[in-house]
T-cell receptor, first 116, second 113 residues
Framework: GAVVSQHPSWVICKSGTSVKIECRSL??????MFWYRQFPKQSLMLMAT?????????EQGVEKDKFLINHASLTLSTLTVTSAHPEDSSFYIC????????????FGPGTRLTVT | AQSVTQPDIHITVSEGASLELRCNYS??????LFWYVQSPGQGLQLLLK??????LVQGIKGFEAEFKRSQSSFNLRKPSVHWSDAAEYFC???????????FGAGTQVVVTP
C-alpha cells in the first residue's frame, strides 16, 4: 500500500513553454501532498504543500506564479511549471501520507524536467 | 532554526564490510527522524523512523539506527553491506504535523567489490 505515482517520468520542453507534472496517490486518499525539487547531486528542497480543495502553501523563495499547484481531488495534485527556463531544469518529486501509517511520507518516483 | 546535517557527502565501502552513516539534528525536544534511500531511477524509500521509545530502531534491508539525544545524532548502520546498497541516503526530520520534511544533504554510498 501507500503508492504514489508521477507522470511523466521525464519531459523535455522548450524555453518559454509550460509543462504539467502529475502526482497521484494510487491506493489512498491524500489530503496533503508535498512537492520537492532536487538538483543533481543535491538534497531535496521543499517547494510547496498542496492541500485538496484549497490553495497551496509555498516555501519562502518559491515563485507561486511560476510553479502552479492544483490539488483538485483526493488522489491528484498537479505542478505546472509556467514559462519554463533552463534554470527550471531539475528533478521534481512529490510525496504524501495516508495518515494511518504515521508521519512517514511516501514518495513518487520523480519527474526529470529538462528545459532547452 | 531546525537543521539536519549529514557530515559525509560520499562514503566508499567494500562489499561485506560494515557501514555507518552519520546524521545530526539541531533544535527540538524529541524530533521525529527518518532515514530514506534513493536509488537511481527510483523514488525515495523509507528505511526506518524514530518517533519515541526504544532508541535502537530496526528497519528494512538489514539497516538499523540509533537515536542519541546527548549527541543529537541518529546514525544509520548496517553490519554487512551488499552491492545493492549503493545509493544516496538521506536523513530527515519532521517539521510540522502535516508531514513536511527537512532533509540533510545526503550521503552517496559506493560499494566496491
Amino acid at each position: 500500500g501507500a503508492v504514489v505515482s508521477q507522470h511523466p517520468s521525464w519531459v523535455i520542453c522548450k524555453s518559454g513553454t509550460s509543462v504539467k507534472i502529475e502526482c497521484r496517490s494510487l491506493d489512498f486518499q491524500a489530503t496533503t501532498m508535498f512537492w520537492y525539487r532536487q538538483f543533481p547531486k543535491q538534497s531535496l528542497m521543499l517547494m510547496a504543500t498542496s492541500n485538496e480543495g484549497s490553495k497551496a502553501t509555498y516555501e519562502q523563495g518559491v515563485e507561486k506564479d511560476k510553479f502552479l499547484i492544483n490539488h483538485a481531488s483526493l488522489t491528484l495534485s498537479t505542478l505546472t511549471v509556467t514559462s519554463a527556463h533552463p534554470e527550471d531544469s531539475s528533478f521534481y518529486i512529490c510525496s504524501s501520507n495516508p495518515w494511518v501509517t504515521g508521519y512517514e511520507q511516501y514518495f513518487g518516483p520523480g519527474t526529470r524536467l529538462t528545459v532547452t | 532554526a531546525q537543521s539536519v546535517t549529514q557530515p559525509d557527502i560520499h562514503i566508499t565501502v567494500s562489499e561485506g564490510a560494515s557501514l555507518e552513516l552519520r546524521c545530526n539534528y539541531s533544535y527540538g525536544a524529541t524530533p521525529y527522524l527518518f532515514w530514506y534511500v534513493q536509488s537511481p531511477g527510483q523514488g525515495l524509500q523509507l528505511l526506518l523512523k524514530y518517533f519515541s521509545g526504544d532508541t535502537l530502531v530496526q528497519g528494512i534491508k538489514g539497516f538499523e539506527a540509533e537515536f542519541k539525544r546527548s549527541q543529537s545524532s541518529f546514525n544509520l548502520r548496517k553490519p554487512s553491506v551488499h552491492w545493492s546498497d549503493a545509493a544516496e541516503y538521506f536523513c530527515s526530520r519532521l517539521t510540522d504535523s502535516w508531514g513536511k520534511l527537512q532533509f540533510g544533504a545526503g550521503t552517496q554510498v559506493v560499494v566496491t567489490p
